[in-house]
């Protein structure tokens, strides 16, 4: 029994709060200065659904492509973002230089065998005179 004095005290002391609370800002929305806004009529239209949106895409398989000799890029044998094929010629290296090494390298090879060929002449030669000077010829 106390409680529900209790409960009936406290529910007529807040609404007793509530009602000022109320009154006041009644008065406070009459003293504040009235706001323009703009009015316009529905107009029921299809609206198209597009968005634009800024992207960046990477390919689903792609390879990085490095250089294993060091040498000027003569050609370009591939357009960007086309497809490929294994063993298709992607560049076309510049050649002088290598052809040059190569060319450089074959006259020394020339060279030690035209050397080696003397020398074995010259080693004949030699033999054959030490045969002839020889005391044990018989």
Not at 14 to 42: F, I, M, N, W
């Amino acid at each position: 029994m106390r409680f529900a004095r209790l409960a009936a005290a406290a529910t007529i002391l807040l609404t007793a709060c509530g009602s000022e609370k109320k009154q006041g800002k009644g008065e406070a929305d009459r003293l504040a200065p009235e706001v323009s806004v703009v009015v316009t009529p529905v107009v029921q239209k299809t609206v198209p659904l597009i968005t634009e949106l800024t992207a960046r895409t990477d390919a689903t398989e792609s390879v990085e492509i490095r250089a294993r000799v060091k040498a000027f890029l003569k050609e370009q044998s591939y357009s960007e973002g086309t497809m490929v094929k294994a063993g298709q010629v992607l560049f076309t290296l510049d050649s002088r230089e290598y052809d040059a090494q190569r060319i450089q390298a074959k006259a020394q090879q020339a060279k030690a065998q035209a050397d080696l060929a003397q020398a074995r002449e010259k080693s004949t030669v030699e033999t054959a005179q030490a045969n002839l000077q020889s005391p044990w010829r018989s």
